[in-house]
């Protein structure tokens, strides 16, 4: 099985649990959207090293695409002091197909949309977005003009 890196400041629960066939290792199902595209050429090669991972179908879902992989991985590696915060984590390995438990297409249906909310959530979200790109840039130097030299 591939090692896993954990990334910082994340954590869920994992929802699903599994005991493998041999009864010694437990496994959890950790889920990865993407394209159909992709998952023809996932189901062939597995999955490549850096690919995200969610804990819950739902992030994979709504970050990745609508086929949504379900993915076997030892319980033991996601586990830690910080577990209960992670929500997403990288693989630092290739994932090969026979770890693929599932493979669901799940279609979306908009029943209900607010577009003037909509909007403003966007709006607001970019404004942040922008004040800590701001605040995050180094503070501009002012330069002096050059005084003409005397004669």
Same mark, same amino acid.
């Given at each position: 099985?591939?090692?896993?890196? /954990? &990334?910082?400041?994340? $954590?869920? #629960?994992?929802?699903?649990?599994? =005991? !493998?066939?041999?009864? %010694?290792? %437990? &496994? =959890?199902?950790?889920?990865?959207?993407?394209?159909?595209?992709?998952?023809?050429?996932? &189901?062939? $090669?597995?999955?490549?090293?850096?690919?995200?991972?969610?804990?819950?179908?739902?992030?994979?879902?709504?970050?990745?695409?609508?086929?949504?992989?379900? #993915? +076997?991985?030892?319980?033991?590696?996601? +586990?830690?002091?910080?577990? !209960? @915060? =992670?929500?997403?984590?990288?693989?630092?390995?290739? *994932?090969?197909?026979?770890? *693929?438990?599932? /493979?669901?297409? =799940?279609?979306?249906?908009? /029943?209900?949309?607010?577009?003037?909310?909509?909007?403003?959530?966007? @709006? !607001?979200?970019? $404004?942040?977005?922008?004040?800590?790109?701001?605040? &995050?840039?180094?503070?501009? %130097?002012?330069?002096?003009?050059?005084? !003409? +030299?005397?004669?």
């Amino acid at each position: 099985m591939p090692r896993v890196a /954990l &990334l910082k400041h994340v $954590r869920v #629960v994992p929802p699903f649990l599994l =005991i !493998s066939p041999a009864g %010694r290792e %437990r &496994l =959890i199902i950790c889920w990865h959207g993407t394209t159909e595209a992709n998952a023809n050429r996932i &189901l062939r $090669r597995g999955f490549k090293e850096g690919t995200f991972f969610a804990m819950h179908v739902e992030d994979a879902f709504t970050f990745g695409g609508n086929h949504v992989f379900g #993915v +076997a991985f030892p319980h033991d590696e996601l +586990a830690g002091p910080t577990r !209960s @915060e =992670i929500w997403q984590f990288v693989a630092n390995d290739h *994932i090969p197909p026979h770890q *693929i438990v599932s /493979l669901e297409v =799940i279609e979306r249906s908009k /029943l209900y949309e607010n577009p003037r909310l909509t909007k403003r959530v966007f @709006e !607001s979200n970019e $404004r942040v977005r922008l004040k800590e790109q701001s605040a &995050l840039a180094p503070p501009r %130097r002012r330069t002096k003009p050059a005084r !003409s +030299a005397r004669a």
